[in-house]
């Protein structure tokens, strides 16, 4: 895709002037954030900085105390300081929230399922496919994520790396357009983190829009069109992974790089 056709079409992902507090305590201060279709968007930041939370506004988890999302052009939840609450109804979220993808650190497969099962149940739940149309789907996802052989398994019976891949599967099942990444691999032992960075690598340039949080700065380097440093609940740099990684400006990136290098 050129610059220019990314350039005029939409955003896949506005995030404008988000503030989020948690009782006292100042999250999120004013965060503002264009995603384009198509980008991968790596975010950097230590513990604590609103990593999480900006994800979970994004896939409004969470509803911002102030400002506003869209995803696609469409706005996910409105609130405006000192407005009149605006708010979509729970059914469109719903309907917007089944377009964005989630990838949690701790994998949050249905236990009771087996991995054909995990992958099959939303598109077949929210009436997207039907029973064998979502069979046919999750049976191509698996081969894609290498778990062809798997199918029948339940969970329990996986490593980790393997229960991520399902993970990543069951959200590429909704056919989403967005998919948020939350330290997909930080929960993995280390053996385990490059046949789960693989799978994302194959997603990066595949035309989804992804926004990965992660420490993996090889892979950041590697797969990004953009990286973003965040600290103390605000965007401090952001740029080309050959700008913020190997020439950052500013002396909280450098410090962060240099701890996690
Ligand atoms: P990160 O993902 O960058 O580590 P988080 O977004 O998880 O950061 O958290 C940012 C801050 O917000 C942390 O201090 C965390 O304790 C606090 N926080 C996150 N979620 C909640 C919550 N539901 N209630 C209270 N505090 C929260
Ligand atoms: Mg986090």
Do not use: W
């Amino acid at each position: 895709m050129t610059t220019d056709t990314l350039r005029t079409r939409p955003a896949a992902i506005q995030v404008h002037d988000v503030r989020k507090a948690f009782g006292a305590h100042q999250v999120l201060h004013g965060v503002e954030l264009t995603v384009r279709p198509g980008e991968v968007t790596v975010i950097l930041g230590p513990s604590g900085s609103g990593k999480s939370t900006l994800l979970r506004v994004i896939n409004h988890l969470e509803k911002p105390d102030r400002g506003h999302v869209s995803v696609g052009g469409e706005p996910i939840g409105v609130r405006r300081h000192g407005d009149h609450l605006k708010e979509l109804s729970e059914r469109v979220i719903l309907g917007q929230r089944s377009r964005i993808g989630f990838v949690f650190q701790n994998f949050n497969l249905f236990p009771h399922l087996t991995v054909l099962e995990n992958v099959t149940a939303a598109p077949v739940a929210t009436g997207k496919l039907t029973k064998p149309e979502a069979r046919n789907l999750a049976l191509d996802l698996l081969g894609r994520v290498g778990l062809a052989d798997k199918t029948g398994a339940y969970p329990r019976q996986l490593s980790g790396g393997q229960q991520q891949r399902v993970a990543i599967a069951r959200a590429l099942a909704l056919r989403p357009g967005v998919i948020l990444f939350d330290e997909p691999t930080s929960a993995l032992d280390p053996e385990l983190v490059g046949e789960v960075l693989a799978v994302i690598k194959d997603l990066a340039g595949g035309g989804t829009t992804l926004v990965i949080v992660t420490h993996e700065i090889g892979f950041a380097r590697e797969c990004a069109d953009r990286v973003i440093f965040m600290d103390d609940g605000r965007i401090v740099e952001q740029g080309p992974p050959a700008e913020v990684l190997d020439n950052p400006r500013h002396e909280r990136t450098r410090d962060f790089l240099s701890k996690v290098l």
